[in-house]
T-cell receptor, first 111, second 115 residues
Framework: GENVEQHPSTLSVQEGDSAVIKCTYSDSASNYFPWYKQELGKGPQLIIDIRSNVGEKKDQRIAVTLNKTAKHFSLHITETQPEDSAVYFCAASSSYGKLTFGQGTILTVHP | NAGVMQNPRHLVRRRGQEARLRCSPMKGHSHVYWYRQLPEEGLKFMVYLQKENIIDESGMPKERFSAEFPKEGPSILRIQQVVRGDSAAYFC?????????????FGPGTRLTVT
């Protein structure tokens, strides 16, 4: 089955800096890669996703890149703000949408 | 448009009791997924259902756990004879019916505590 590795497990940045979180996947058939933000006590919130026919996607301060050959994808957050502090999860799916999640990254943005 | 709804938000059960977790998908969504999140861990897939059908239950323990999504009403995740190891957050997600659309939208979760 699919296996998703996520790094780093914790990330601390100063407000205004950029943050990058990286994930690798094992199943070459995976074709959908979403990113979720989870705040304490809440459910995961879909923030951006990318499909295998696209190499990069951007939405305001958030961007995701995908390298199918290397089987890795990354989340980039620019101009970080304290409200970006949360746990971020990457995921991969190869079929009808069953998601395999990474272990999560705790992002802390210091004012 | 209301989001995915789950209830109860918190559930406390003694060992050996039954737990019933309910999930109402977003309007227009007929695909439901259940995931479990243990403390300090990521989410693990349990089961995927469409109306009146279980499509994939490969992530669900063979014993004590069952799920349904009836024609009318919410999806139900049922855990019989709960044990302490069942303590976790259980999340439901729903997805649109359109073919090739995979976005999953999560509910707030049910936090189960087994004492």
């Amino acid at each position: 089955g699919e296996n998703v590795e996520q790094h780093p497990s914790t990330l601390s940045v100063q407000e205004g800096d950029s943050a990058v979180i990286k994930c690798t996947y094992s199943d070459s058939a995976s074709n959908y890669f979403p990113w979720y933000k989870q705040e304490l006590g809440k459910g995961p919130q879909l923030i951006i996703d990318i499909r295998s026919n696209v190499g990069e996607k951007k939405d305001q301060r958030i961007a995701v890149t995908l390298n199918k050959t290397a089987k890795h994808f990354s989340l980039h957050i620019t101009e970080t703000q304290p409200e970006d502090s949360a746990v971020y999860f990457c995921a991969a799916s190869s079929s009808y949408g069953k998601l395999t999640f990474g272990q999560g990254t705790i992002l802390t943005v210091h004012p | 448009n209301a989001g995915v709804m789950q209830n109860p938000r918190h559930l406390v059960r003694r060992r050996g009791q039954e737990a019933r977790l309910r999930c109402s998908p977003m309007k227009g969504h007929s695909h439901v997924y259940w995931y479990r999140q243990l403390p300090e861990e990521g989410l693990k897939f349990m089961v995927y259902l469409q109306k009146e059908n279980i499509i994939d239950e490969s992530g669900m323990p063979k014993e004590r756990f069952s799920a349904e999504f009836p024609k009318e009403g919410p999806s139900i995740l049922r855990i019989q004879q709960v044990v302490r190891g069942d303590s976790a957050a259980y999340f439901c997600a729903s997805s649109p019916t359109r073919q090739g659309v995979y976005e999953q939208y999560f509910g707030p979760g049910t936090r189960l505590t087994v004492t």
